[in-house]
T-cell receptor, first 112, second 114 residues
Framework: DGGITQSPKYLFRKEGQNVTLSCEQN?????MYWYRQDPGQGLRLIYY???????QKGDIAEGYSVSREKKESFPLTVTSAQKNPTAFYLC???????????FGPGTRLTVL | AQSVTQLDSQVPVFEEAPVELRCNYS??????LFWYVQYPNQGLQLLLK??????LVKGINGFEAEFNKSQTSFHLRKPSVHISDTAEYFC????????????FGSGTRLSIRP
């Protein structure tokens, strides 16, 4: 079964702690993306990567970091510098041939 | 500036009634257009897309959308909704000049009343 997996589905962390969200895809897509979703604001792009070992900042990259060491994996670290990290985080990958993004099920991060 | 506007944040309709969710975009270059659906606490699922060709696009679950270049719109329609259509719907645009990025609208919450 091809798709995108994100883990965990729910994550709780104390303020001041870094936390890493996992995203794995077996669709053989080159491009991968991280979005943040807050109520009433749609999706905002955090980081994206078009190829292994390369990534670009999106619109709200401050307080976040990523790596892309393998084509299948694009983990997102929410650092203690992110002032308001509680949100729903969505990972996506892109099919260049058909120009559409496929989404994972999301991770809901709550910082206590 | 390039942007996407979904004019209605919430749309309540009765079951079996028709519905239209509005989407307008702003761009100086050619675009690709998408509608996604999101059920509670889930990721987004593609409903339909317009890349080129016929301006009337049919998607899954009985939805369709029409690309209107002169009005820069891509409204989503369904002739008869079902309770299971209750969800949030996102319009999205990517641009020929930068197809690697997609801009999403703020979403429209569709609520179906029995």
């Amino acid at each position: 079964d091809g798709g995108i997996t994100q883990s965990p589905k729910y994550l709780f962390r104390k303020e001041g702690q870094n936390v890493t969200l996992s995203c794995e895809q077996n669709l053989n897509h080159d491009a991968m993306y991280w979005y943040r979703q807050d109520p009433g604001q749609g999706l905002r792009l955090i980081y994206y990567s078009q190829i292994v070992n390369d990534f670009q900042k999106g619109d709200i990259a401050e307080g976040y970091s990523v790596s892309r060491e393998k084509k299948e994996s694009f983990p997102l670290t929410v650092t203690s510098a992110q002032k308001n990290p509680t949100a729903f985080y969505l990972c996506a990958s892109r099919d260049l041939a058909h120009n559409e993004q496929f989404f994972g099920p999301g991770t809901r991060l709550t910082v206590l | 500036a390039q942007s996407v506007t979904q004019l209605d944040s919430q749309v309540p309709v009765f079951e079996e009634a028709p519905v239209e969710l509005r989407c307008n975009y702003s761009s100086s270059v050619s675009v690709y257009l998408f509608w996604y659906v999101q059920y509670p606490n889930q990721g987004l699922q593609l409903l339909l897309k317009y890349l080129s060709g016929s301006t009337l696009v049919k998607g899954i679950n009985g939805f369709e959308a029409e690309f209107n270049k002169s009005q820069t719109s891509f409204h989503l329609r369904k002739p008869s909704v079902h309770i299971s259509d209750t969800a949030e719907y996102f319009c999205a645009v990517s641009f020929y000049s930068s197809a690697s990025k997609i801009i999403f609208g703020s979403g429209t919450r569709l609520s179906i009343r029995p």
